[in-house]
């Protein structure tokens, strides 16, 4: 079965650009996290979406991230007016999302973003 | 606030020996701990996990230890092999929240030497 899938792989964008980033979570898994990892930092959690439950944004950086599940399968991180420091590798994990256990997270290989 | 601490960047070890990679925590609410490992270009794995009911999770060559009074877990890889060698997060949870989500360490790259 196909794991997670992120797209873009890699994207180079100029200051002030708009972006988009896409994540296909693993069939059935109805939980979708975004992560990102900046160098040298650990993984900071960005936004949680659990079935038709309202979104878990408290990780969101600023105003200029946001992030959309339509149809509660594929997500879209979109970040706008992109800055320099946004430059990072951008995961995406998916799991059951059943709140009874402990749950694995399955991730995406990431879209590495570079703002120049 | 960086809940969850791995306070060394790297670690090297020759080929056969252990490998001891540390991680605290200060939130006493987290309860359930992880470990994932990452190669270049690829998302994180998971590799293992523990519960705080426990202290010691086993899982062929990779063991976990849990000290709660502490607040500090630790990874064991015996023997350590060179496709050991990757970055490995720490995680941890609040099985209460509902929600999965985890909060990460900032990784240890483990290099082992053959």
Known sequence: GAGVSQSPSNKVTEKGKDVELRCDPISGHTALYWYRQSLGQGLEFLIYFQGNSAPDKSGLPSDRFSAERTGGSVSTLTIQRTQQEDSAVYLCASSLGDPRVNEKLFFGSGTQLSVL | ?114
């Not at chain 2, 001891?20 to 006493?28: A, E, G, R």
């Open chain 2, 1 to 114: 606030d960086q809940q969850v601490k791995q306070n060394s960047p790297s670690l090297s070890v020759q080929e056969g020996r252990i490998s001891i990679l540390n991680c605290d925590y200060t939130n006493s609410m987290f309860d359930y701990f992880l470990w994932y490992k990452k190669y270049p270009a690829e998302g994180p794995t998971f590799l293992i996990s523990i519960s705080s009911i426990k202290d010691k999770n086993e899982d062929g060559r990779f063991t976990v230890f849990l000290n709660k009074s502490a607040k500090h877990l630790s990874l064991h890889i015996v023997p350590s092999q060179p496709g050991d060698s990757a970055v490995y997060f720490c995680a941890a949870t609040k099985s209460s929240s509902n929600t999965g989500k985890l909060i990460f360490g900032q990784g240890t790259t483990l290099q082992v030497k053959p």
